[in-house]
Each structure stands twice: as structure tokens, then as C-alpha cells.
């Protein structure tokens, strides 16, 4: 596997479940980050992790939940969505090893995890 | 509330003209800025980056910023077919004053057409 890659390509979920998303990079990079991606709208950022430390975005309701067990992944918890919620959800990484990254730094993006909340 | 402004188009160019792509962006103290194709139902893929004032070329991709004017643009020069895409102007985003890493703020996109 080469890059950043994603699991599952497609999730289609009931109100009332719980599932989660993927992300694991093969960059070596240090930083990861979560972005939704709406019809009509633009790429919204909703979290990142820097040497595994996250920096909150207030804006994202708690029924999202991130999760970055190391540098290489990293994953989304979501329950009880809302159908407003379907989406593409993209993963990236950006950064070199050793550092905690900086503002120049590329963000390399997944494919992406096309969701449909029924 | 920091925002990235992109004519969302289309746009339509014939092939083998200049395609002219345009940003404003509203966040005085971004200092890094990029463009990323993307095709449909496809992820960004990135093609340019650029930090300070002027314009940066690669290959047939010329990025231009105006930090004053707060404004970034991208020219493909003898546009092919294959270039029909989104184009998405993003900015850096300091999430916090500690440095490290920052999110990105993107534009809507512009959506460009290479007619044959």
C-alpha cells in the first residue's frame, strides 16, 4: 500500500448505528487530518492531529469522534448521524517525521469514504 | 469567519488556450496556498503550492500570489481535455498559536472545461 488509504470506500448506515472510518498513511508523515466533503459546498476541515495530539474544532457536533492511536492512523467514530451527515469524508497527512509540521506543509488526501446516512 | 472565494463557473476554455483560475482569500495572516485538482468523484490530488509574492511555474502550471491583495491564481497554459476538472484554492488555517500543523480552507472550486 503506497500513500494514504481509506476503509470502507462506501458506508451506507442507519440513523441508529455506530460505525467507523479508516485512515492509515504510508508516508511517514506526523500530522492527519479529517475533512467533509458536501454536495455544493466546499471541503470543511473537522480535525487535526499533530504527533497524535489532537486541536479541537468546536464547530463538529460530538456525534463525530476522532480517534489517533499513532502517526499512521487515524480514525472517525460516528453515531447516532443525521442524514444531513452523507457525505465524502477525506482523510490527509502532511508533515515530515520528527517535526510537529508547519504551515507549508503539503496535505496528501485518501480517496475518500462516500457516506450515506438513511 | 476565514473564507476562500472561487468563481465556481464553469469555465469553459478550447484546447490548447490559457485557462485563467482565481481566489481571494480573507484571512490576512495565511501564509501558505495551494491549488488541488480534482476530478469527479475522485479525491484532490495537489498541483501547485506557493509562499510568497510572485508567480512559481511548473511545467504548464503558473501560480501567482498577491499577498496585498489578498488574491491567488492559477494559469494552465495549452490546455488539454485531461484538465477538465474542479480546481480547489485552499489556504492555510492556524488552528492554534502553539504552530504545527494547520488545517486548509477551501474555496468551492471552480469547475473548468477544455472544449476539443
Known amino acids: 500500500e503506497t500513500g494514504v488509504t481509506q476503509t470502507p470506500r462506501h458506508l451506507v448506515m442507519g440513523m441508529t448505528n455506530k460505525k467507523s472510518l479508516k485512515c492509515e498513511q504510508h508516508l511517514g508523515h506526523n500530522a492527519m487530518y479529517w475533512y467533509k466533503q458536501s454536495a455544493k459546498k466546499p471541503l470543511e476541515l473537522m480535525f487535526v492531529y499533530s504527533l497524535e495530539e489532537r486541536v479541537e474544532n468546536n464547530s463538529v457536533p460530538s456525534r463525530f469522534s476522532p480517534e489517533c492511536p499513532n502517526s499512521s492512523h487515524l480514525f472517525l467514530h460516528l453515531h447516532t448521524l443525521q442524514p444531513e451527515d452523507s457525505a465524502l469524508y477525506l482523510c490527509a497527512s502532511s508533515g515530515s517525521p520528527g517535526t510537529s509540521g508547519g504551515p507549508g506543509d503539503t496535505q496528501y488526501f485518501g480517496p475518500g469514504t462516500r457516506l450515506t446516512v438513511l | 469567519q476565514k473564507e476562500v472565494e472561487q468563481n465556481s463557473g464553469p469555465l469553459s476554455v478550447p484546447e490548447g488556450a490559457i485557462a485563467s483560475l482565481n481566489c481571494t482569500y480573507s484571512d490576512r495572516v495565511s501564509q501558505s496556498f495551494f491549488w488541488y485538482r480534482q476530478y469527479s468523484g475522485k479525491s484532490p490530488e495537489l498541483i501547485m503550492s506557493?509562499?510568497?509574492?510572485g508567480d512559481k511555474e511548473d511545467g504548464r502550471f503558473t501560480a501567482q500570489l498577491n499577498k496585498a491583495s489578498q488574491y491567488v491564481s492559477l494559469l494552465i497554459r495549452d490546455s488539454q481535455p485531461s484538465d477538465s476538472a474542479t480546481y480547489l484554492c485552499?489556504?492555510?488555517?492556524?488552528?492554534?498559536?502553539?504552530?504545527?500543523?494547520?488545517?486548509?480552507?477551501f474555496g468551492k472550486g471552480t469547475h473548468l472545461i477544455i472544449q476539443p
Open positions: 506557493i509562499y510568497s509574492n
Open positions: 485552499a489556504v492555510n488555517t492556524q488552528m492554534y498559536s502553539g504552530g504545527g500543523a494547520d488545517g486548509l480552507t
